[in-house]
């Protein structure tokens, strides 16, 4: 069987998500999300962003979380402004849209968005009514790319979006290896405050499933229950949310285990680059992508599986490896083997 | 801590399925769906309806399976029929609606539909283009009010649809106790030879989450997975949907949870019965709606939490109870000892 | 060729406006409803209102103005509650569901809504979040069955509404028949002071095509126009709908119109009732329901169209009749002449 | 008052329009375009396309058009692929996303499509089920740019959408402009043939109001009144469009409207050309588009309406005008005096 670096979501869970599913499993809970692990989850998810007026709600998946909050937010005219490589644009099979919302795109080098980069799209929508109104900004962190966002950068986009009266929404599905990486300099906290809603991914991060919505600005918190309801996401055993959110929140093991894979992809990073390869982004989370040749990728094929992400030319490709919480040493060890074996030591 | 008679959802799961999650836990799997325990899952359940060529996806929940079932299937001017008491019209925050689509109402005395209230419906909806096209019929299975279908009923009902090019589609969140009924004669095969398309649920019979729709009118069946992802309920983990199905289709698990449930809440309507108590409707599932006095309510309240349904006069009114794959002999017997304390027995 | 009293828009458009629009014609004036006329003309309905910030948009048809304000008010979550004869329940193709909101129907006698038949609606959907939540009533006046509010009844709803926190919308396709119905006590600028949107309909009432829509609710005013251009609504040549209201407004020939509809009805109406001819409802608009037998049917038949409305048994039906701005005295007469020929006088 | 080159509809209809509005006004007639001024206008099309089999409706504007068409054409999970260019894309407030789908957009030179452009959007589109299906190909003749497709432009187009199983639909808002260009090979019966659905519009063209949407393809034909009526586009008066239509199409006055708005561009257009002006594209209907230096722009200011629409330096711009079938010889002399006042005649 081969090592799969294709997503951080290939393996099931941490085990103590699991011992405390059994732990607490003939217990008599309320039902939707009222049942006491829901509840004190959230509560150590309020302490940790410090935050005591958030409003969090748990979700089943990331496209789940995207559509919920960005059509509760929007009004009918509004739209969303996204990057690119926006995980709300291209892979999730147009469910923003299918709540009758467009995305406006625009096109980055990193997968990040910067006030210069919204500024020509909000002068180009100015025809009004002829034209949607831009009224969100969506980001992720770390975004599709593997890139993070810095404390100033954030600052700098959440103020230009209350000048702009836009909503700063930020995609979480790898909020615990953004944060976590080693190049960060952003905390959960700043994140709470320098946006009006985010999640913090549990899928790619050790839960079975979950994401925890978190809604900082006030404003958009009155009812939101309901659209959770409308879009099929409230689960009848929301305590299986629950529980898991509270293992992960405790003891800060949502940020050890991100803090773990990023630690493993960045030994495969530094032993590629030790050989001269060169990257398509410079990442410090659990994605990396190595442009290397098409033989080496072969040799690597033989034991490991992983996306070809682009070509470069027609001798040299662009992989993309992801690790996760659950990545071993052994596999990074036989990984870097073949890297080691394969690629000459630089002079 | 007051025992729960208000749902079968209170508890978590079959032991045998956690332990199955344990089992497979760090096996690395495709994501999506793709996993072999839900391809396998999927390999019980075609067996077991005999329909090699059904189409089969897990979903989180009822809301969910509804809603992305009549959305795929209706075109925008289409609708949908229901008993008044179906799920989709009352319970799910306008999930139909949500998706564009009317949901023409039916009353009934017993939750289930017939040919003979269809007609009307149809005949009132001639007035082409000004009205929305009747084009499917939703019915539940046992119903909301824990009744259930006879195969003779399905099958008229299943005749007049395709002679009406109407679709039929059963909610099946509680199939393992309609099926299972001491006075069915239904078969899981018969279902899926009578229905276009109709789900399993799993939530409300010892899954942690998790319904299986299952699609056999195979005109349905293309591209189906797309409108799956579009409304973010295809997980990342389908694995955790799969391991359930396939410990829950194994050795028939589902259908014995199922028949323990139901007997339970036998046992507690016969003692109820031979105390002379009337009930709302004359359920055979683990749904019961005793007629009681106020008296009565507040003494089982002290030890058990249920809904008080409906109130009939000043002095009495009906409660539902429900019980689960996991309520105990305790729980039973504790409640029909107040109720032989309380209740006279008949001369 | 039959004269025909099936509906009140049969012909085409009062020939002033025809004049109105040929002495224009040539004029270059500014799209999308910027043109001189339709300022004029909402400054002409300003006036009598009495509302110099209501917020006026001109769009072609009734289930376009419905579903244009119905949509841009309610949230994903929210839904509209109407008298199960409203128009945009059963007779415009589903077309607010298919914005995302259901419609709560309620049975009435009349077509009109009252606080008593409401507040049993409001308090069925308190299961917070698993139902729809009511936050619009829509009315209309006159209603699809011909009857109207009083300006005691408009306000009692509209009080109630207010303090519960509703919307109320009143639907006025047929609102200058309502207005100078014989019996109404109720004037255009108390609906303007009672309702928090409505609308004045031209199409069956001597326009081409064209519905004022009013919004007197000022937090509801805000970017509606992009609403307008969204849902295909917003005419490039504008003028064609600000012309037909600038002539209707003008010398309130919209209210002459109406005026001389309702008054060939009544004529009608009294020659039968002198007959002893009994009426499905008591109206006093251009809509009547007369019960009468298929044999006088059958002769009505031959000259003139209309429709069979309810069959009451097996010798009688109730038959609707429309006259419009435009039905002649010779119609009437004749219609008349008709049934004193074949009704025997009352003794 | 300034003569206004904006656009085509500034000013009201064709005379002849208001005439025929007028001889027909009182005859009583079906509504819901069952009136027989619709049915014959619509028995001239077919002759005109040579498609006795096309279903074709009239409804009020351009955005109405392309809604209806596409939200009753495309599943849940479809989109609609179109030039960034495209009228749907920029213009219309997010009209098509509103009903579900999304938007794919490609940039070209010139706003016209080709097999080539399409070809990486459909390779970017082959991760079923997490992108959207691209299903549809949408156009514009003449396009947003002014140019024009040409017979064998269309035919490969046609055959490319036919092999990869997409619909094509072309935007006909200003097809009398396309088709009667002086560079135009392409025959209204050529777009039928080429086409699953087209329209042609009559707001920009001289009508009051009115687009002509033709399905030839017959798949797409069932029941497709029912999306009319629900998205509020069915007048209760489709006389109104009928007449309109029937007017138009009668002896060709359609084209020879266009033609002349054609010839109007034209004449200004030779005339820069003569002083040496270029053009942002080189168009052949009545859209051109000059640019000149911010002096002449204005000069021009002080007698002529117009948008600026698109700056090339700190000196030019280029300037967008639109001439329409009521566009006067007076009007272009007197610009065409200036033009030549200003620019020196070339050597």
Not at 251 to 277: P, S
Not at 324 to 334: F, G
Request: glycine fraction near 6%; aromatic fraction near 10%.
């Amino acid at each position: 069987m081969k090592f799969s670096f294709k997503n951080d979501y290939s393996e099931g869970c941490h085990p103590l998500i699991l011992q405390a599913l059994s732990t607490y499993n003939l217990d008599q809970q309320a039902g939707y999300g009222e049942d006491a692990y829901s509840l004190q989850a959230k509560e150590y998810i309020k302490e940790k962003i410090n935050n005591a007026y958030a409003d969090i709600y748990f979700v089943s998946g990331g496209t789940q979380a995207n559509l919920i909050v960005i059509s509760s937010i929007l009004k009918p005219y509004q739209c969303v402004i996204s990057a690119s490589t926006g995980h709300i644009l291209n892979n999730e099979t147009g469910a923003i849209e299918a709540t009758g919302h467009k995305i406006l795109s625009i096109e980055t080098a990193d997968g990040k968005l910067r006030a210069s980069d919204i500024i020509p799209v909000l002068e180009g929508h100015r025809n009004i009514p002829h034209q949607v109104m831009p009224k969100m900004v969506y980001i992720s962190n770390s975004t599709e790319l593997g890139t993070i966002y810095t404390a100033k950068e954030l600052k700098e986009l959440s103020d230009f979006c209350k000048e702009n009266n836009l909503y700063l929404f930020m995609d979480g599905a790898r909020m615990g290896h953004g944060l976590t990486s080693e190049i960060s300099d952003l905390t959960l906290e700043q994140v709470a405050a320098l946006t009006d809603v985010f999640y913090l991914g549990g899928t790619k991060n050790g839960a079975l499933i979950g994401e925890a919505i978190i809604i900082n600005n006030q404003s958009l918190q009155e009812d939101f229950a309901f659209n959770i309801k409308q879009k099929g996401a409230l689960l009848a055993k929301g305590r299986l949310l629950g529980i898991q959110f509270l293992v992960l929140m405790k003891d800060d093991l949502y940020f050890d285990l991100a803090r773990h894979a990023n630690r493993q992809a960045m030994k495969i990073k530094n032993a590629l680059k030790e050989r001269g390869v060169h990257f398509l982004s410079d990442t410090y989370t659990n994605q990396i992508f190595p442009v290397i040749s098409n033989e080496l990728i072969e040799r690597l094929s033989e034991k490991f599986e992983f996306y070809v992400w682009k070509k470069m030319d027609e001798d040299f490709s662009a992989i993309r490896l992801i690790t996760s919480w659950n990545t071993s040493d052994e596999a990074i060890n036989n990984f870097i083997e073949i890297i080691n074996d394969q690629l000459p030591a630089i002079q």
